[in-house]
């Protein structure tokens, strides 16, 4: 019961995060908070451990627009058994870095990949919304294809895309896994580089 309580709570947080004033800054894809919460269901990891990151991402998401506010152009929070990544956009490496800083800062969090691309205004080499679509279109496929992929588990995987260079997070149960699904997300068009941070051990 207990469980199903923090899966609601962390559900109903992630839709008030599509009306909030705050949106362009957390998240370029709204639909992937959402993502989370559903693959949270049914991994394959204790409720109290899926608890845990729960509320670590609140925390951050929380710490987040409160210091840095509308300075950030985007911020994605991934979190998986207390281990965060950062991904998104800001126009100058110091945010990066307090960005970071407050990330670990949070009661709980074992490591930060601060994986956050330093970037100009509204990026030289894109417009916003053109960014938006092709990371939204990059990361549908990676969910599709991933889906597919027989011996690739993606509810312990996460990933987004950040102006066309993916970023895997989570975990395999093998090295072989892992590769496959680094190998399929190579494989996608319009896919520029992929970085993975994802862990190899075994089920629990």
């Known amino acids: 019961m207990i469980y199903f309580k923090n899966i609601l709570g962390g559900l109903i947080f992630g839709l008030s995060m599509m009306t909030s004033p705050h949106l362009y ?8 908070a959402i993502k989370g919460i559903v693959d949270a269901a049914v991994e394959d990891r204790s ?3 899926i608890a845990k990151d729960l509320e670590i991402k609140a925390q ?3 710490d987040v627009i409160d210091t840095l506010g509308t300075k950030v152009i985007s911020i994605n929070s ?7 990544m950062l991904t998104g956009v800001v126009d100058n490496a110091a945010l990066k870095i307090k960005a970071g800083t407050l990330a670990k800062g949070v009661e709980g969090v074992k490591r930060i990949y601060n994986e956050m691309k330093v970037i100009d205004p509204l990026s030289k080499k894109k417009g916003a919304a053109e960014a938006f679509v092709d990371d939204t ?4 496929k990676i969910n599709a294809l991933l889906l597919d992929g027989e011996g690739v588990n993606v509810t312990n995987m996460r990933w987004r895309s950040v102006l066309g260079d993916v970023f895997l997070f989570g975990r395999a149960l ?9 190998a399929i997300v190579k494989g996608i068009k319009n896919v520029l580089s992929v970085t993975s941070r ?4 075994p089920k629990k």
Not at 137 to 140: K, L, M, P, Y
């Open 25 to 32: 800054a957390l998240d370029l894809n709204p639909l992937s």
């Open 47 to 49: 409720s109290e451990d």
């Open 137 to 140: 279109v990059i990361e549908s």
């Open 198 to 201: 994802i862990a190899v051990h």
């Open 78 to 84: 991934d979190v998986y058994e207390q281990n965060v």
């Open 174 to 182: 093998s090295v072989n896994e892992r590769d496959k699904a680094i």
């Open 60 to 62: 951050i998401t929380a």
